[in-house]
């Protein structure tokens, strides 16, 4: 009896373990991939575009000031 279980214990881990390593792999596969790194890189900068038109309008400011003189090298 007690063999039996230690049989099907084995099996189960056997079957546990293959699992783990066969999803890492096609988990570390799928990140790897151009199609995960283009999906990846429109979500990004889909939030950006978002986000520009905001931040422009609050880093823009409304009023310059004076320009700067030029500069200009004494002749040698």
């Given at each position: ?21 066969g999803g890492g792999y096609f988990g570390y596969k799928y990140v790897t991939s151009e199609q995960f790194k283009a999906k990846i ?36």
């Open positions: 009896m007690l063999n039996r279980v230690c049989q099907i214990l084995s099996i189960l881990s056997f079957l546990m373990v293959t699992s783990v390593i890189m429109n979500e990004v900068l889909g939030n950006v575009q978002g986000l520009m038109p905001d931040i422009l309008d609050n880093a823009l400011p409304d009023v310059t000031g004076q320009t700067i003189p030029e500069f200009k090298q004494p002749k040698i």
